[in-house]
């Protein structure tokens, strides 16, 4: 584990392995960098990853605020710290959403966007993102977010992955809280922020039933590149790991054969 400190706060991470483009992982709400741990351990073999903990997560400093805005100037600035520019950002739920809103905000330092099961549906974020917030901080409680979380597990999910489940539960009320803040207004730009991803290499990677919108998604992009997998929960990458490091190195070959890329 590695840390650094920028934006005011210090961040842990794994930095593993070398060559360029790297990626750069980055986790969902109430998570760790550990929901990235096998791909990090696989690819790292022979491409760089940088696996971070946002604020409040895992080793890094819980110093608000914690926003989807926050959590990617934070990444944007790891990355600047570190050289690996331009990266591959590759987002699970949340984290998908910073991909989006960093690449908006910080697009030298993206090569292409990866979303990990990401609730990329205007109409998903309205019926559900309000509210959540607000119950957490009453309750002071992760409680509020026991039954979501258990719609993350498939019936094929084994209890080894659930057990990930508990490190949701455990994150700080205040810290969770903090990153659903803003949410609805990000959510409100989700057309725009997915075009604009659209415009370098970009794919999805969907569970087998998606917390996000496929055909949405579609209408809104020209080239966006999407993968089911079949029979998964939301935490894909704990349950099929193989499968999904097998789609984030095609995803590097898309890359190297998209003529948008300039070469190095």
């Known amino acids: 584990m590695a840390e650094l400190t920028v934006n005011g706060v210090t961040l842990s991470f794994d930095d593993t392995g070398t060559g ?3 990626f750069v992982f980055v986790h969902g709400f109430a998570c760790d960098r550990r929901a990235w741990a096998p791909q990090v351990e696989d690819l790292g073999r022979d491409h760089r990853c940088i696996n971070v903990d946002l604020r409040g997560r895992g080793g890094s400093a819980a110093v608000p605020p914690f926003d989807v805005v926050t959590a990617a100037d934070d990444v944007a600035a790891l990355i600047r710290e570190l050289g690996v520019a331009p990266a591959v950002i590759v987002g699970h739920s949340l984290g998908g959403v910073i991909a989006l809103v960093l690449n908006e905000r910080h697009p030298d330092l993206v090569l292409g966007t990866v979303l990990g099961d990401s609730p990329i549906d205007p109409g998903l974020a309205e019926s559900r993102g309000p509210g959540l917030p607000e119950r957490i901080r009453e309750v ?3 409680e509020p ?20 489940g508990q490190v949701l539960m455990s994150c700080p009320p205040d810290v969770a809280a903090g990153m659903l803040d803003g949410f609805p207004e990000v959510a409100a730009r989700f057309g725009e922020l997915v075009r604009l991803a659209d415009k370098k290499p970009f794919m999805a990677i ?13 209408d809104q992009t020209v080239f966006v590149r ?39």
Do not use: C, N
């Open 145 to 164: 977010a026991a039954r979501m979380v258990e719609r993350f597990w498939s019936k094929a999910t084994s209890p080894e992955v659930r057990a990930y």
């Open 226 to 264: 999407q993968e089911p997998i079949a029979g998964s929960g939301h935490f894909f990458q704990l349950e099929q790991p193989a499968i999904t490091s097998a789609l984030l190195r095609a995803f590097l070959d898309d890359i190297a054969h998209d003529p948008r890329v300039s070469p190095d």
């Open 140 to 142: 002071r409680s992760m």
């Open 20 to 22: 360029s483009p790297a």
């Open 206 to 218: 969907w569970s087998g039933a998606p917390l996000g919108a496929p055909a949405w998604l579609r």
